[in-house]
């Protein structure tokens, strides 16, 4: 059995990520993105639930249930193609490993059953990061917003940025991530998230952006 490095510590913060076994992709088309960001919400509880029966009624809306014993509390959240990050911290002791067990379990069901296959969904067990300073944590913030500036230019990193407005107009038109939460959209989606819990660091939602820019400047 493999031991964790990161020692999961009630009200501490930390990046958890994975992606799907091989590099392969898990997220195909709308309809997977959506799942598992229904899943992010209701797997955020320590009541069992049953996603079947909740979705035979075609009107019910997932984000009208109360959930109850939060085992997490959600900063942020980006899906790419072949991986995920969330910014959580725990509200119950053990509670990131349950939740994550909760909602890799569901997706990786509803993916074997849509794709017809079998054997392990993601790349091994959850990894994790803790966030320890200050500076780090606000820098997760941008970080993992600004992951799908590479599904429209993968060295913008190494190269520097093409074009700010492209970015920019490509972030505010991205769906899967909280991206649209922070700059200001109202959305059903902004329920999976409880920022309260997490420093103020854009009290305005002008800040955020202006910081999502100074990073795209600096690189």
Request: proline content about 2%.
């Amino acid at each position: 059995m493999s031991i964790r490095k990161t020692n999961l510590v009630q009200g501490e913060y930390y990046h958890i990520y994975n992606r799907g076994n091989s590099k392969q992709k898990i997220f195909n088309d709308k309809e997977d993105y959506l799942r598992f960001i229904s899943l992010l919400y209701i797997s955020n509880s320590k009541e069992s639930f049953n996603l079947y029966d909740l979705n035979r009624d075609t009107n019910f809306n997932i984000y009208e249930i109360e959930r109850i014993n939060l085992l997490v509390d959600v900063g942020s959240y980006c899906l790419m193609p072949n991986h995920f990050h969330i910014l959580v911290t725990e509200k119950t002791e053990g509670g990131i490993s349950k939740f994550m067990l909760k909602l890799s379990t569901a997706y990786s069901m509803y993916y074997n059953k849509k794709y017809k296959r079998t054997g392990s969904l993601f790349e091994g067990k959850f990894k994790s990061q803790h966030a320890d300073t200050d500076r780090h944590l606000k820098y997760l913030f941008s970080y993992i917003h600004l992951n799908p500036i590479k599904l429209i230019q993968k060295d913008w990193k190494e190269k520097g940025i093409r074009s700010k407005k492209e970015a920019i107009d490509y972030l505010n038109g991205y769906p899967y991530s909280s991206y649209l939460d922070f700059a200001g959209e109202e959305r059903i989606l902004s329920k999976i998230l409880n920022i309260e819990v997490f420093p103020e660091y854009f009290p305005k939602k002008s800040l955020f952006v202006e910081e999502i820019l100074e990073w795209l400047i600096l690189r």
